[in-house]
């Protein structure tokens, strides 16, 4: 079955440290990927994702994520916390040449961030 | 170019009645897509739409349904509402297959 695992429900970082948010996949096809971003109350922003290519891509606020085919794994980074970052992630996959709109997401991780 | 915008953001209902939530598309997307999220069951996928065609369906009954219109404006409705389906909605629109999907703000729906 197709599916995303975000193993961490809640990470706490001090602000100025590095940060690492996991993400697992299982999709039967090549997959497209993306981490979201959502503030309390609103919507889904996009942070970056990967379609194909460099398996390192870079998105906005100074995250990054490295699809690694072998482990089934896109996991987010950043190297130094800002207060601000403090919301949920969201990991999510979709079909590669496939419908679009269907995405499955993870059940999200929730970062906070200590002074 | 503006977002995605979904209208109402808050909205109050009875149980048994329906609603009908509204989503504009970035300008030149033609591919939109409903997503229900929840503290229990997250973010759940309702159904997409691309040039007024229904091209995917989650696992949802059939209170749930949407249409999408020329202009690439959809609508989603539920009928007879229970207390699970409050939520937050969120309208989602990419340009096509292979494209960035963005996300608006949601229509939060508290049913009482």
């Known amino acids: 079955a197709q599916s995303v695992t975000q193993p961490d429900i809640h990470i706490t970082v001090s602000e100025g440290a590095s940060l690492e948010l996991r993400c697992n996949y299982s999709?039967?096809?090549?997959?497209?990927l993306f981490w979201y971003v959502q503030s309390p109350g609103q919507g889904l922003q996009l942070l970056l994702k990967?379609?194909?290519?460099?398996?390192l891509v870079q998105g906005i606020k100074g995250f990054e994520a490295e699809f690694k085919r072998s482990q089934s794994s896109f996991n987010l980074r950043k190297p130094s916390v800002h207060w601000s970052d403090a919301a949920e992630y969201f990991c999510?996959?979709?079909?590669?040449?496939?419908?679009?709109?269907?995405?499955?997401f993870g059940k999200g991780t929730k970062l906070s961030v200590k002074p | 170019k503006a977002g995605v915008t979904q209208t109402p953001r808050y909205l109050i209902k009875t149980r048994g009645q329906q609603v009908t939530l509204s989503c504009s598309p970035i300008?030149?997307?033609?591919?939109v897509s409903w997503y229900q999220q929840t503290p229990g069951q997250g973010l759940q996928f309702l159904f997409e739409?691309?040039?007024?065609?229904?091209?995917n369906k989650g696992n949802f009954p059939g209170r749930f349904s949407g249409r999408q219109f020329s202009n690439s404006r959809s609508e989603m409705n539920v009928s007879t509402l229970e207390l699970g389906d409050s939520a937050l909605y969120l309208c989602?629109?990419?340009?096509?297959?292979?494209?960035?999907?963005?996300f608006g703000e949601g229509s939060w729906l508290t049913v009482v």
């Open positions: 989602a629109s990419s340009e096509g297959s292979g494209n960035t999907i963005y």
């Open positions: 999709y039967g096809a090549t997959p497209y």
């Open positions: 990967y379609f194909s290519g460099d398996t």
């Open positions: 999510a996959v979709g079909a590669y040449g496939g419908s679009q709109g269907n995405l499955i």
């Open positions: 300008s030149g997307h033609r591919s």
């Open positions: 739409y691309f040039s007024e065609t229904q091209r």
